[in-house]
């Protein structure tokens, strides 16, 4: 069983920015990709274990996606945060057709 542990969020004004932390259990490059979403289900960001990215267009240019596979952990660096970013934002990883989801951490962004 594999464990996604999220942490970073917080709240923070509009402008600010947060990094979030996702780790895993086991070697992340075990996994075909991994990614952030916004909960329910809305993506935000998504890399690939070749290291492509892609990006909701809500947060294009402002949020950054990337990975240290040494620490088994994927970060979201959220700049110029803005009230509509606020949520709980969950990491996802997929192993073939298997999907595994941390707890989530809330983001609340006041304006």
């Known amino acids: 069983q594999v464990q996604l542990v999220e942490s970073g969020g917080g709240l923070v004004q509009a402008g600010g920015s947060l990094r979030l932390s996702c780790t895993a259990s086991?070697?992340?490059?075990?996994?075909?990709?991994m990614g952030w979403y916004r909960q329910p289900r809305e993506l935000v960001a998504h890399i690939r274990a070749g290291?492509?990215?892609n990006y909701a267009d809500s947060v294009k240019g402002r949020f950054t996606i990337s990975r240290d596979n040494a620490k088994n952990t994927v970060y979201l660096q959220m700049n110029s945060l803005k009230p509509e970013d606020t949520g709980v934002y969950s990491c996802?990883?997929?192993?073939?057709?298997?999907?595994?989801w941390g707890q989530g951490t809330q983001v609340t962004v006041s304006s």
């Open positions: 086991r070697s992340i490059l075990s996994f075909n990709a």
């Open positions: 996802k990883a997929s192993a073939g057709p298997l999907e595994h």
């Open positions: 290291g492509s990215t």
